[in-house]
Structures are given as structure tokens and as C-alpha cells.
């Protein structure tokens, strides 16, 4: 078998055989293949496309590439969920100690971030004393018994990926649907979750920026995650704006205790329970998404949702009674308002620029050298259709720095007031079940 054969057919609009496919990823993992064929065959699918046979070949061989995690030791369906990115996005914090009330076992492999905020972990760490430095066996054994557990990314998944993804990222193929459905749904399927589901964000501060393209993204991770065994379903949700109204590590967490105690915004607790019910119903413990939905509201109601995330946090090291009392996590020494220059509509919240002002504070990391300031952030009072006054707070700025003027800059340059009344985007676009 030659590399230069299926470069050729692929580049002729073929559809690749499993056997191709894996002498690529493997040759290419292991070095026998050269950058300039793997680019070639790269560019070669970026315009041809794969068929769905083929994305779940691709997947399979990266997956295959490295270390897999087995969790067949924990009881129960093993359900995953992965977002594909966006500002202020606090889903995994709700959704692992909400799913899990219900006895949903949430065994989650999560990474530090690169951006405006820190990843899941980053966020966690606001929580003094939390870690997620724990071996594979206390892992299992905190998710049996408090149904979730959250550990650091291992080294070795998919490292075909990783590898490939670097690759991508120079030679501008990384906007091709089969090669980043297979990304995303390799690295799930080697974390061993028996079902997934996807949170895939549309708009201006989502990484696809048509609904068209974000629903292909979507309806490609479902086929493949289905065609290889794992029942997966998938929302698309909007992020032309910041989910909830918290950008900032230890500010979403807070966020989160409220929302898991039904008192959070209103489009993030939405975007919650559509995803957690997603999560009951492929575990087996609802027969329909309005049942799944009814007991996730109930445990919020009750306090059995909030008292969960007390006892994950506390299992891991951390500080529990951070849900009765949030300012036990870093505080900001400046709260600065940002009031609106004119009365009216807030018509545009750019979603990516104002992750970067969050990042300017500290908040994120520009590097993966970056310190993150885990005090520090924003605060939406307004979010897209609301009216404010002129001289009214249209956010909060959380910061360990007295002059923040160039961040208020860029927060004005991105936040639009209209005269016009606007109504509030739509946040669930759709859904795929994959039936």
C-alpha cells in the first residue's frame, strides 16, 4: 500500500477503505508517513469530504492510536457530554452534579483552557483545596459512589490527533467536517463514555458560524458516535452572545451553585436541563426527554442537585461549603461598573471580544505559559434585547487592577445600544437524536 495511491483517490472524490485509513494514521502517528503526504490527504478531504462509513473509519483509527480508559468497572451507562467551546460557557459545572443527583454516573476528563477562561478544571480550582490529581482506581471508586468524578485529560488519547490536529492548524484545513467530527468524537470515545452528548454552539462566538455548518458539524459527530457504538445526541445552541451572564473562573462557579438551585439565568439553566434531560434519557433513567426534564427541575427544587456538587468538591479536596458561601473563593479587590452611554435596546454582545476583555484582566490564558487570576471576570446586568438607561450598569468588571480603561474600551467598541426594540436570539436551534 502506498500513501501516494490514496492521496490520489481521495483527491479523485473515492471513498477510502478502513485498510487505507489506518495505514495513514498509523504511519503518520508513528513517523513512516512525511507531513507533506499527510497535508496533501488532508487538503484532499477537506474537498472531497469523507462518507459516513468513512468518518467512523478515521475516528476509529485515531481512537485506536493511543491509550483508551476503560470504565466498565463503574455501574450504570456511562454518559459523557462535550460542548464545542463559547464564552462563559458553566454547562459541565451544573450538568455533572445535576445528572448525577439522579444517580447518572458522570465519570469526566476534562483539560485546563487556552482563551478567555480557564478550562473545567481552571474553573474547579477557584474551589480552595480542590484537585484533580487523583489515580484511575479512586476515580472509579468516587464515581460508584457519588456518581461523578472529574479528572485531568491523560497524555496519551488519540495521540493521531493531537498530531494531526497541528497539521491542520498550518495548513488551513482545520474547517472540514469529517476532520473535526472525528477530533471531537475520537477523543470522547477513547474516555470511554458509553453515550454522548454535544453541545454545538452556532453563531458569532462559536467556532461555526452558520447555523448550516453547525448543524452538518452536529449531524456528522451523531452518525459517527452511533456507527461505532455510542448512543449520542446532540443540541445546537446559540453563542452570538455569552451564555448566563458570568465570564471568569471563580464568577461561573458561583454561577453555577445558582443555577443548580433553580435560580440562575435563565438561558443557561434552559440550556442545562435540554442537555441534562438528553443525559437521563440515553442513561436509561427517563423513557422521554419532558420526564428527564420534570426530575432534573425536581432535584433543583429540592436542594439534592446543590448538595451533590458540595460532595463532588469535597470528595476531590475542595472547600464544600463554597455552595452556602461563594466568597470563600477568590475575591476581586475592584468592582468597577460599565454604564451605558445612551438609553435604549442592547441590540450586540460580541461574544468573542468580550471573552478577550475577561482575558485582559487575567481571567484567561493568552499562552499555555499564563497565570490565571481566578478572582477576576464579568458580570452581564444586560444581556441581548434587554432595555437600559443611559448611566445604567450594563455589566460589572471584577479586577485585581485599578486602571481598567483599556478593558472598558474594548467592552464599549462590543457592546451595541439601539434605539430599536430587539428581541432576545434564540438559544436551542434544534436537536439530533440520531434516530
Avoid: W
Wanted: contains cysteine; glycine residues 10%.
Amino acid at each position: 500500500m502506498r500513501m501516494y495511491d490514496i492521496i490520489a483517490k481521495k483527491r479523485d472524490g473515492e471513498a477510502l477503505t478502513s485498510e487505507e485509513i489506518n495505514f495513514f494514521i498509523e504511519g503518520y502517528t508513528n513517523g513512516d508517513i512525511p507531513e507533506y503526504q499527510a497535508s496533501a490527504l488532508c487538503m484532499a478531504i477537506f474537498f472531497q469530504d469523507m462518507n459516513d462509513e468513512e468518518r467512523a473509519n478515521i475516528t476509529t483509527a485515531m481512537v485506536n492510536s493511543g491509550e483508551t480508559i476503560d470504565l466498565s468497572p463503574i455501574e450504570g451507562v456511562k454518559v459523557d457530554k462535550h460542548s464545542t467551546g463559547g464564552v462563559g460557557d458553566t454547562t459541565t459545572l451544573i450538568l455533572g452534579p445535576l445528572v448525577a443527583s439522579l444517580d447518572v454516573p458522570v465519570a469526566k476528563m476534562s483539560g485546563r483552557g487556552l482563551g478567555h477562561t480557564g478550562g473545567t478544571i481552571d474553573k474547579l480550582e477557584a474551589v480552595p483545596g480542590f484537585h484533580v490529581e487523583i489515580d484511575k482506581s479512586e476515580f472509579i471508586d468516587l464515581v460508584n459512589t457519588n456518581k461523578i468524578s472529574v479528572i485531568g485529560q491523560t497524555g496519551n488519547l488519540t495521540p493521531a490527533d493531537k498530531k494531526l490536529y497541528g497539521l491542520r492548524d498550518v495548513t488551513a484545513t482545520v474547517n472540514s467536517i469529517p476532520l473535526i467530527a472525528s477530533s471531537i468524537m475520537s477523543k470522547k470515545i477513547a474516555a470511554g463514555a458509553d453515550a454522548i452528548v454535544l453541545d454545538v454552539k452556532t453563531g458569532a462566538g462559536a467556532f461555526m458560524k452558520s447555523l448550516e455548518d453547525s448543524k452538518a458539524l452536529a449531524e456528522a459527530m451523531v452518525t459517527i458516535g452511533n456507527k461505532v457504538g455510542r448512543n449520542t445526541m446532540a443540541v445546537i445552541s446559540d453563542m452570538n452572545q455569552p451564555l448566563g451572564r458570568a465570564i471568569g473562573n471563580a464568577l461561573e462557579v458561583k454561577e453555577a451553585i445558582d443555577t443548580l438551585k433553580g435560580e440562575g439565568p435563565k438561558d443557561l439553566t434552559e440550556l442545562c436541563l435540554t442537555l441534562g434531560s438528553q443525559m437521563v434519557v440515553l442513561a436509561g433513567k427517563a423513557n422521554t426527554l419532558d420526564e428527564a426534564r420534570g426530575m432534573l427541575e425536581a432535584n433543583m427544587k429540592n436542594g439534592k442537585a446543590l448538595e451533590r456538587f458540595g460532595t463532588f468538591l469535597s470528595s476531590q479536596g475542595g472547600n464544600g461549603k463554597v455552595v452556602e458561601d461563594p466568597t470563600l473563593m477568590p475575591q476581586a479587590s475592584y468592582k468597577v461598573e460599565l454604564p451605558a452611554k445612551k438609553a435604549g435596546y442592547v441590540s450586540d454582545i460580541v461574544a468573542d471580544e468580550i471573552g478577550t476583555a475577561a482575558m485582559m484582566l487575567g481571567a484567561g490564558r493568552a499562552t499555555k505559559e499564563s497565570v490565571i487570576d481566578l478572582a477576576v471576570g464579568l458580570y452581564l446586568n444586560k444581556k441581548v434585547g434587554d432595555y437600559v438607561e443611559e448611566g445604567e450598569s450594563l455589566l460589572t468588571i471584577y479586577a485585581n487592577q485599578e486602571d481598567v480603561n483599556d478593558v472598558k474600551e474594548k467592552l464599549y467598541e462590543n457592546i451595541t445600544v439601539s434605539d430599536d426594540k430587539v428581541e432576545a436570539p434564540t438559544l436551542i436551534h434544534g436537536s439530533i437524536t440520531g434516530e
